[in-house]
């Protein structure tokens, strides 16, 4: 049975438009949605360390505590929307947020926290991804991320280079 689920999940993300995001692009996504500048940094640690900045990522942490992402994957064969292993409860997480089908959406159709199909977090529209991220934000802080805990307390990264020059 878990045979036939990876092998349809394999085809879902097969068909969806993947698209590796860069900060730059995301800094007005963010911005456009009310997101504090201030917040920026963490945002992009989370989004680095959950899902390696790839929309349509799918997966959770290996036995121990890793994750493959991507191209990064070792089975992947170069395919930018490989499939990882499922959390340790036989959960997976959804797009560029990992946001985990157990508690904020449900696959096939809206459901749970977020009311949303898990697929529609795999797409380059982020506008749905950002609204769920939002609620999870506001109930857990960044803590909601096992990536921002583990690789994000103290150590940010800059988005200088996205911000526009300043004429004096």
């Not at 990522?57 to 992947?76: C, K, R, T, V, Y």
Request: aromatic share 14%; with cysteine; hydrophobic share 35%.
């Amino acid at each position: 049975m878990k045979v036939l689920f990876v092998l349809l999940l394999i085809g879902l993300v097969s068909k969806i438009e993947s698209r590796k995001f860069t900060k730059c692009e995301l800094l007005p996504i963010f911005l456009d949605e009310g997101f504090p500048l201030e917040e920026f940094p963490d945002w992009l640690c989370v989004i680095q360390s959950e899902s390696s900045f790839n929309s349509s990522a799918i997966g959770g942490p290996n036995s121990n505590g890793s994750f493959d992402w991507g191209l990064f994957q070792s089975e992947s064969a170069f395919n930018s929307s490989a499939i990882g292993g499922p959390n340790s409860n036989g959960s997976f997480d959804y797009g560029l947020f990992q946001i985990n089908e157990n508690y904020w959406c449900k696959v096939g159709q809206a459901g749970n926290d977020c009311n949303i199909d898990c697929n529609d977090l795999l797409d380059d529209d982020l506008t749905d991804d950002l609204k769920c991220v939002k609620k999870i934000y506001a109930r857990h802080g960044f803590s909601a991320w096992n990536g921002w805990k583990k690789w994000c307390q103290g150590t940010l990264p800059t988005y200088r280079e996205c911000m526009p020059c300043r004429a004096p």
